[in-house]
């Protein structure tokens, strides 16, 4: 199987590269620390096509498909995971409308989410409802008098939801149906009886927010519902198969990060005479961390491969996602103890990789549930 780019793959792949280290990077420590979303830097993900990547242009997007968001997050990921999260995860929005909206739809939010620099989330976890998405509580009962649905529930953990102007909703249209009566709903920032609860304070991404969003008789026109009634949490779970290659992705490329600075490092570092990358202790560390990212980077390739191509990958995007997140965490630790006591400064960049790198076990579905869905699909 050839994984070898496209010429635009590569435009894009420098693209992503120049605009990491000349904008994401260099803000990098101060988005964490300050936990400030980096608005400008989004405009301008915008303005270079980054956030229309999977959408036509006929509706302002970029075009491509899942390996050009990997190229994308990927490369973010290598010196700012706040970044490679928030357009990962801002993608889930437009492609999902993309695929399931109607004209309407697609005229009226997707020029918004790509040129038009608007945030776009997905709100689908609830109090009570994390790995177990099923037992959401949030319903969207239709009043025929107004041709609206009235949305009753609150959303936790929601990337971007503070910020963001578009948010596809899961709710239960029919509560006595279970999964079988979830939907999904568009609904924009500003509609009464739509509001940010708390924003999250966390161990890593700190540029990305995490919110709570809560809906107390929040009225969204019919217009506005996305797929079939009953559909919703089909569209939640292919939207997950593809948002998993996403943290894949993100995993791949803060581990190629911490590896080459930890080659950088160990050639630079003089212990007892002698650079510390002669010591075969070191070389072992770094055998590991290579050889273990590279193996991740294949299966995030193949996911991507198989997504693009029309091909089941929901047993590829969480073996992806799993290996490449459990790697991540592997190689900023070892990366860190490299770098000893310098690794652990937040002067040096490894602090936050360390920090930031865990949460890509967690988010997306946990490791635990990938295991399940792996064992679902293989012993099928």
Not at 2 to 14: C, H, R, Y
Not at 41 to 69: D, H, P, W
Request: hydrophobic letters at 40%; a neutral charge.
């Amino acid at each position: 199987m050839d994984f070898s780019l496209t010429k635009k793959q590569e435009m894009l792949k420098k693209l992503s590269e120049q605009f990491a280290v000349n904008e994401l990077e260099p803000v990098a420590a101060e988005v964490d620390e300050s936990h400030t979303f980096p608005e400008e830097n989004f405009k301008k993900m915008a303005e270079l096509g980054f956030t229309g990547i999977g959408v036509s242009r006929q509706y302002g997007g970029s075009e491509g498909g899942t390996l050009e968001k990997v190229i994308a997050v990927s490369e973010f990921a290598k010196v700012c995971m706040s970044s490679a999260a928030i357009l990962s995860i801002h993608l889930i929005a437009p492609q999902a409308i993309s695929r399931y909206g109607t004209e309407e739809q697609k005229k009226k939010y997707l020029p918004r989410l790509t040129r038009g620099g608007e945030l776009g989330a997905f709100a689908l976890t609830e109090p009570d409802a994390g790995s177990d998405a099923g037992s959401a509580r949030t319903t969207a009962i239709f009043d025929r008098e107004t041709n609206e649905y009235v949305l009753n529930g609150t959303k936790c953990f929601i990337s971007g939801g503070s910020r963001a102007g578009v948010v596809i909703v899961f709710a239960l249209t029919d509560p006595s149906k279970g999964t079988r009566g979830m939907s999904a709903i568009i609904v924009e920032k500003g509609t009464p009886g739509f509001t940010v609860g708390k924003v999250e304070n966390k161990m890593g991404l700190g540029g990305s927010e995490t919110a709570e969003l809560i809906f107390e008789d929040c009225r969204v026109p019919a217009a506005n519902f996305l797929g079939k009634e009953g559909q919703g949490f089909k569209i939640a779970m292919q939207a997950l198969d593809g948002a998993r290659i996403g943290v894949g992705a993100q995993a791949m490329g803060v581990a190629e990060a911490a590896v080459d600075l930890s080659v950088k490092y160990a050639n630079e570092r003089v212990q007892f005479g002698k650079p510390i990358a002669a010591l075969q202790g070191i070389q072992w560390y770094i055998a590991d961390m290579a050889t273990k990212t590279e193996a991740a980077k294949a299966l995030v390739y193949h996911a991507a491969y198989l997504a693009d191509s029309g091909q089941p990958f929901t047993k590829m995007a969480a073996m992806c996602k799993l290996n490449a997140s459990e790697n991540a965490r592997f190689v900023t630790n070892l990366a860190l103890q490299i770098h000893g006591g310098y690794g652990y400064m937040k002067e040096y960049p490894l602090e936050r990789m360390y920090r930031d790198a865990k949460i890509t076990e967690i988010y997306e579905g946990t490791s635990e549930i990938h295991k399940v869905v792996i064992a679902r699909e293989v012993m099928r």
